[in-house]
């Protein structure tokens, strides 16, 4: 049976830091690029950063590059999206999606997806 599960998220202040897990089960890193999105209230979801099964190549939003970094341990079939520098803006319900390969740029372009962790940044 196929999991998607996101872990990790909680209220942070402004500048801390959090690391979100993505624990899958059903299928394999080794087969399926994940990413990660998240969406604000009001807003759109977003495609905040995405690593690769083949090669572990990486993509980030350009906003979001230098504070949030995205690694795999395929042994644990978990992925880290590590947060940096948090800012209130970056509040939001983040999930990730896995799909075959590569990273895809948009959400429906993926095969399976988690439920969501939220991600509060307040004083």
């Known amino acids: 049976q196929v999991q998607v599960v996101e872990s990790g998220g909680g209220l942070v202040q402004p500048g801390g830091s959090l690391r979100l897990s993505c624990a899958v089960s059903g299928f394999s890193l080794d087969d399926y690029a994940i990413a990660w999105f998240r969406q604000a209230p009001g807003k759109e979801r977003e495609g905040v950063s995405c690593?690769?099964?083949?090669?572990?190549?990486?993509r980030y939003a350009d906003s979001l590059k230098g504070r949030f970094t995205i690694s795999r341990d395929n042994a644990k079939n978990t992925v880290y999206l590590q947060m940096n520098s948090l800012k209130p803006e970056d509040t939001a319900v983040y999930y990730c999606a896995a799909g075959v390969l590569t990273c895809r740029r948009l959400w429906d372009e993926y095969d399976y997806w988690g439920q969501g962790t939220q991600v509060t940044v307040s004083a």
């Open positions: 690593i690769s099964s083949s090669d572990g190549s990486t």
